[in-house]
């Protein structure tokens, strides 16, 4: 769990997530899940975009952008998972799992879904 509690976490990555401006002009959008691992410490560590893991699954966030485009919207692009990464990076601590009530590393998963209007 997140040190300061499930609602600070989402507060965070709202205050924090932006739609990439470069993702919005190439149309991108779609589902990006991040991966990371908080360490037996709190901290977090391994980041990675739709890397194929298992762990516990966070609720998904949703981020939408606008676009001037007529186009259809294209998939997931290299920017849209840069945002994903960063915006984890910049979380701070968590609380580590517990197991045998000794401190575990475990697998954190964060679906962000990038949508244009």
Not at 18 to 26: D, F, G, N, T, V
Not at 43 to 69: H, I, P
Not at 91 to 117: C, D, M
């Amino acid at each position: 769990t997140y040190e300061e509690g499930q609602e600070a976490l989402y507060t965070a990555i709202k205050k924090r997530i932006m739609y990439p401006a470069a993702a919005r002009k190439e149309n991108s959008s779609g589902l990006v899940e991040v991966s990371f691992t908080v360490n037996e410490k709190g901290d977090v560590e391994n980041v990675q975009a739709n890397a194929t893991q298992t762990g516990n699954r966070l609720s998904e966030v949703m981020v939408v952008g606008y676009s001037t485009s007529d186009a259809p919207a294209k998939g997931i692009d290299e920017v849209l998972k840069a945002e994903g990464v960063r915006v984890v990076q910049t979380l701070g601590r968590f609380v580590p799992a517990q197991r045998n009530g000794k401190p575990v590393e475990s697998v954190v998963i964060l679906p962000i879904q990038f949508k244009l209007n």
